[in-house]
């Protein structure tokens, strides 16, 4: 059985990510907290600033890595706010994002994490590891540049657009759990 890590983003932890480490386990994944011991990381957001620096694992997926040259952290969660409200009320969804987004209240006072995610940016282990790395850009996603070229990776990842938003990983984890059955 694979073992996978999820490192979590900016007001993010295992409350907003049920309905995602559920399906992984019905897929025959081992969910585990230490990154550093996974066959398999996923970063999502901010998280994928976190990965340590040695890992054990064979393949990294960042979600959403937020990195958009010329565009702002702060103009970035506004319009992520407003799209993420609009989007979960169009598909019926508004109770999900109302315990997501609760669950990102009581994880914004996580100022150990957000510190670990600012420091682990500097040093910029998520671009340059010997894993293979799959970045998944979800084509509303308010944070990662639709310009994937221009992410700073030392070797060159694998790169999936795919339909939704920044954080649909969390409602609707069935198209990136498909992603790691190719591996």
Known sequence: MKTVSILYGFCEGPRVSGRFRQ??????????????????IIGHSGGCFLLPEKIHAKHIMLIGPVFWPGRGVLSSLLRKLTSDLRNHHAKGAFGFWARKSFWNLVYFWNVPGTLRM?????????????AITTV?????DSFCTPDLACLPFTGKPKCVRIAG?????????????AQLKNW
Request: charged share 25%; aromatic share 10%.
């Open 165 to 177: 938003q920044h954080d649909d990983c969390w409602r609707e984890p069935e198209t990136y759990i």
């Open 136 to 140: 998944v850009r979800p084509e509303l």
């Open 23 to 40: 399906q992984l386990m019905q897929a025959g994944y081992d969910v585990i907290q230490n990154p550093a011991e996974a066959d398999i």
């Open 118 to 130: 600012l420091a682990g940016r500097r040093r910029g282990y998520q671009w340059q590891h010997g």
